[in-house]
Every structure is written in structure tokens, then in C-alpha cells.
């Protein structure tokens, strides 16, 4: 029954339209004399994406203009905001992210689904702003404003929405008038103890937490391994916002040799260990990747000091199944919006009393990739009693 499904899932309706559309791509290919034979597929929906596109509709219906989605990294919720826009057919919407590495990812998914539109970046280099489709940089947003009527856009997005209760974004909430908003994030707690419930009308279009992205087999699934750490770290009466404590506890060499000796025993999935180590401080995450690359396994530590350029570079090394580097050590840059669908290891190297931290780290590794079956998540906990709490 569930291979049956697995070939429902994945076949064509052969209608007219779908008769017609391969009729055009098979003369197409006798103009062009291709002899590889490629028909593109189309995008289609998972369960997380039609559950919340149903409910969009039905906040629509009700005349609501703002909505909520909450759902599990890696579980499509770029692609489910590209659905519901063409869907809603609007004539110009305003896409906004707080880092520039994500636009272009969700320029490239929109342009996947919706063919009869233009698109266009708004950030600090590029200002395409006379674009149907417009991706932009809150702070770039924020500072233009008033080159845009209140109008301007019927349909505006806001990722990674748990941001939205922040002055910046609230500037430019409380200044645009769209048709609809609809804010997408993978948490909607926040840590400074503010609501985004209100922002977004209290409508949650969707709310698929990690069990059941889990179970809808959205992500990818993972092994956890809460790991007692060697005798000498112990966070008994280290207070955790004393970052320099704590790094000066971490970098150790014996717990150097303690964390390769686990990552051995372990292992990972696939040919390469591809890795990020989560670290208390740039000085820690620096200490890592010296001590790792003296023991021969190839690393590299990464922070907000580096350039996105440089950061997309080592990216490509890490994901690339012939390049030596294993493990990028990083402090807090990777915690969202970033994708590097093929890692396949999550080391956790310093404790944290933040579930919203935890889950958005975990979820780097939880997006599905080819030939990836689950991932490995090392967490290295000393007596440190919340992390089992939070795990």
C-alpha cells in the first residue's frame, strides 16, 4: 500500500492539458534536436502545504488579511507562500527576509511555480524595484520606504516571522496596507517574551511542529544522542550567559579528543561526514577548528565577521563529495535561514537554555537531500539538566 501511494503521489493526470503541454515539449524537442530526454515536472504540494493553502482560503473567505504559518525547517513553507500568491493571483507582492543568503533561494522557488511574472531583488547592491515580484532585506526595506505607496504591494510575506515583534519590522508592518500578510516561521515563540500572535490577527493558517513533520515524513529523520561530557566539564555553578567562562571550560584539548572519539563511535550517513559544530563563542569555534584540522579532519570556523561570499564558498566546500572539509564550527550565523540540505552530522558543543535556539540549530540538518536517510545529532550535555529537558 505505501509503495502504491509512494507511485499515486508521483504520477501524471493524463488530461488535455497535460496531453497538450507534452505534445509542445515533444515537438520542442525535434526543433531543437535535444537528445536527452528531460520533461519537467511540475512542483507539486506536500500534506503541510495543502492543509495550510485549505486554511488560507478559509481566513480569506472570512475577509481576514493576515495569517500565520507555523512549521518545521525543511518542510516547504517558502514553496507553500509561492502556492498561495499565485493562488491569490496578486499583481505585486513584497517578499521580506532579514538576511540577503535567503532571498535569492526564495526568488528561485517562486520562479519554479509562477511563470508570468517579474522578479526582482531589493537589497543593498541590487534595487530592481520596478519588479512585479519584489525580494527585499528588511533593512534595506526599512530604508526606503517612502519611495513605495502604503499600497503598493496586494500580498506581502514576511519570513522567519518570530523577528516580527522588533522595531524594524514593526516599521514596516504598520506602514504598508496589502491585500493579505502572511508571516512564515519555524517557531513562533520569541525570547524576549513578546507575542507575534497579534501581529498576524491571532490566524494560524497551519502549525506542524517537528513530530509531525516527522511523521508526514517532511523532513528527514534524525538519531539523537545526548552525550555525558568528560569529568571536567561541569556547568554546575557556571552561570550560561557568561560566554567567556564558558569558553575558557570548553576549549579544552581532552574534550577535543573526547568529541572525535564520539563522532567516530557514531558515525554519519553517506560517503563524507558533512558537519556544523555549534560553539559558545568565535573564540571557541576558532579553537575547534584548529585542534580538529591538527587531528587531520578538515575544518573551518565560520561568523557574522565573514563576508556572506566567503560563508557560500565554504558552504559549497562542505556540501561538495570531493572536497576534504568535514566540519564548519560556527557560533550563532547557521541558526536560521541558511540551507545545507546534505549536512549530515549536528554537533552541539555548548549548552543552551533556549528550546528556540535548539530547535532552529537541529533543524540545519533536517532538510531532506538524495541518498540522505537520517542525521546524526550529537549533543554533548555535561550535567547540564535543562539540555535533556529541552531535547
Same mark, same amino acid.
Given at each position: 500500500?505505501?509503495?502504491?501511494?509512494?507511485?499515486?503521489i508521483?504520477?501524471?493526470?493524463?488530461?488535455?492539458? *497535460?496531453?497538450?503541454?507534452?505534445a509542445?515539449?515533444? =515537438?520542442?524537442?525535434?526543433? #531543437?534536436?535535444?537528445?536527452? &530526454? /528531460?520533461?519537467?515536472?511540475?512542483?507539486?504540494?506536500?500534506?503541510?502545504?495543502?492543509? +495550510?493553502?485549505?486554511?488560507?482560503?478559509e481566513l480569506?473567505?472570512?475577509?481576514?488579511?493576515?495569517?500565520?504559518?507555523?512549521? +518545521?525547517?525543511?518542510?516547504?513553507?517558502?514553496?507553500?507562500?509561492?502556492?498561495?500568491?499565485?493562488? *491569490?493571483?496578486?499583481?505585486?507582492?513584497?517578499?521580506?527576509?532579514?538576511?540577503?543568503n535567503?532571498?535569492?533561494?526564495?526568488k528561485?522557488? &517562486?520562479?519554479?511555480?509562477?511563470?508570468?511574472?517579474?522578479?526582482g531583488?531589493?537589497t543593498?547592491?541590487?534595487?530592481?524595484?520596478?519588479? $512585479?515580484?519584489?525580494?527585499s !532585506?528588511?533593512?534595506?526595506?526599512?530604508?526606503?520606504?517612502?519611495?513605495?505607496?502604503k499600497?503598493?504591494?496586494?500580498?506581502?510575506?514576511? $519570513?522567519e516571522?518570530?523577528? +516580527? /515583534?522588533?522595531? /524594524?519590522y514593526?516599521?514596516?508592518?504598520?506602514?504598508?496596507?496589502?491585500?493579505?500578510?502572511?508571516?512564515? !516561521?519555524?517557531?513562533? =515563540?520569541?525570547?524576549?517574551?513578546?507575542?507575534i500572535?497579534?501581529i498576524?490577527?491571532?490566524?494560524?493558517?497551519?502549525?506542524?511542529?517537528?513530530? $509531525?513533520?516527522l511523521e %508526514?515524513?517532511?523532513?528527514?529523520?534524525? %538519531?539523537?544522542?545526548?552525550?555525558c561530557?568528560?569529568? /571536567?566539564? $561541569?556547568?554546575?555553578?557556571v #552561570?550560561?550567559?557568561?560566554?567567556?567562562?564558558?569558553?575558557?571550560?570548553?576549549?579544552?584539548?581532552?574534550?577535543?579528543?573526547?568529541?572525535?572519539e564520539?563522532?567516530?563511535?557514531?558515525?554519519?550517513?553517506?560517503?563524507?561526514?558533512?558537519?556544523?559544530?555549534?560553539?559558545?563563542?568565535?573564540? %571557541?569555534?576558532?579553537?575547534?577548528?584548529?585542534?580538529? =584540522?591538527? @587531528?587531520?579532519?578538515?575544518?573551518? %570556523?565560520?561568523?557574522? =565577521?565573514?563576508?556572506?561570499?566567503?560563508?557560500?564558498?565554504?558552504?559549497?566546500?562542505? #556540501?561538495?563529495?570531493?572536497?576534504?572539509?568535514?566540519?564548519?564550527? !560556527?557560533?550563532?550565523?547557521?541558526?536560521?535561514?541558511?540551507?545545507?540540505?546534505?549536512?549530515?552530522?549536528?554537533?552541539?558543543?555548548?549548552?543552551?537554555?533556549?528550546?528556540?535556539?535548539?530547535?532552529?540549530?537541529?533543524g540545519?540538518?533536517? @532538510?531532506?537531500?538524495?541518498?540522505?536517510?537520517?542525521?546524526?545529532?550529537?549533543?554533548f550535555?555535561?550535567?547540564?539538566?535543562?539540555?535533556?529537558?529541552? +531535547?
Amino acid at each position: 500500500l505505501s509503495e502504491f501511494e509512494n507511485l499515486w503521489i508521483d504520477s501524471y493526470e493524463a488530461n488535455d492539458e *497535460f496531453l497538450k503541454e507534452y505534445a509542445d515539449f515533444l =515537438n520542442k524537442q525535434k526543433k #531543437e534536436f535535444v537528445s536527452e &530526454f /528531460t520533461y519537467k515536472k511540475s512542483i507539486k504540494t506536500n500534506f503541510m502545504q495543502e492543509k +495550510a493553502l485549505e486554511k488560507l482560503e478559509e481566513l480569506r473567505v472570512k475577509k481576514e488579511k493576515k495569517a500565520l504559518v507555523i512549521a +518545521a525547517t525543511g518542510s516547504g513553507k517558502t514553496y507553500l507562500s509561492a502556492f498561495d500568491v499565485k493562488k *491569490f493571483q496578486a499583481k505585486k507582492m513584497l517578499f521580506l527576509v532579514h538576511r540577503e543568503n535567503i532571498l535569492i533561494d526564495a526568488k528561485h522557488s &517562486f520562479e519554479n511555480i509562477i511563470l508570468n511574472k517579474s522578479f526582482g531583488l531589493f537589497t543593498g547592491n541590487k534595487k530592481e524595484k520596478h519588479s $512585479d515580484y519584489l525580494f527585499s !532585506t528588511i533593512q534595506t526595506m526599512g530604508l526606503y520606504l517612502e519611495e513605495f505607496e502604503k499600497n503598493e504591494f496586494d500580498y506581502i510575506i514576511i $519570513d522567519e516571522a518570530h523577528h +516580527a /515583534t522588533s522595531a /524594524t519590522y514593526k516599521k514596516i508592518i504598520d506602514y504598508f496596507e496589502p491585500k493579505f500578510l502572511l508571516g512564515l !516561521t519555524a517557531t513562533s =515563540n520569541r525570547m524576549d517574551g513578546n507575542s507575534i500572535y497579534e501581529i498576524f490577527d491571532e490566524n494560524i493558517a497551519c502549525d506542524i511542529r517537528l513530530n $509531525d513533520a516527522l511523521e %508526514h515524513n517532511l523532513v528527514v529523520p534524525f %538519531h539523537y544522542f545526548g552525550i555525558c561530557d568528560i569529568n /571536567t566539564i $561541569d556547568y554546575e555553578n557556571v #552561570e550560561l550567559t557568561k560566554i567567556d567562562v564558558l569558553a575558557k571550560l570548553l576549549s579544552v584539548n581532552k574534550r577535543v579528543e573526547y568529541i572525535i572519539e564520539q563522532m567516530n563511535f557514531y558515525s554519519f550517513n553517506g560517503e563524507k561526514r558533512k558537519a556544523i559544530g555549534f560553539c559558545v563563542s568565535k573564540e %571557541h569555534s576558532s579553537f575547534m577548528s584548529e585542534e580538529f =584540522n591538527k @587531528r587531520g579532519i578538515i575544518s573551518t %570556523h565560520l561568523s557574522s =565577521n565573514d563576508s556572506i561570499d566567503k560563508r557560500v564558498e565554504f558552504i559549497k566546500k562542505l #556540501e561538495d563529495e570531493n572536497d576534504p572539509l568535514e566540519v564548519i564550527f !560556527t557560533v550563532d550565523i547557521f541558526n536560521e535561514g541558511v540551507d545545507i540540505p546534505s549536512i549530515n552530522t549536528v554537533l552541539f558543543l555548548r549548552p543552551t537554555n533556549s528550546p528556540i535556539v535548539f530547535i532552529q540549530q537541529l533543524g540545519r540538518g533536517l @532538510r531532506k537531500y538524495k541518498n540522505k536517510e537520517f542525521l546524526t545529532v550529537l549533543d554533548f550535555i555535561g550535567n547540564h539538566k535543562k539540555a535533556y529537558l529541552i +531535547a
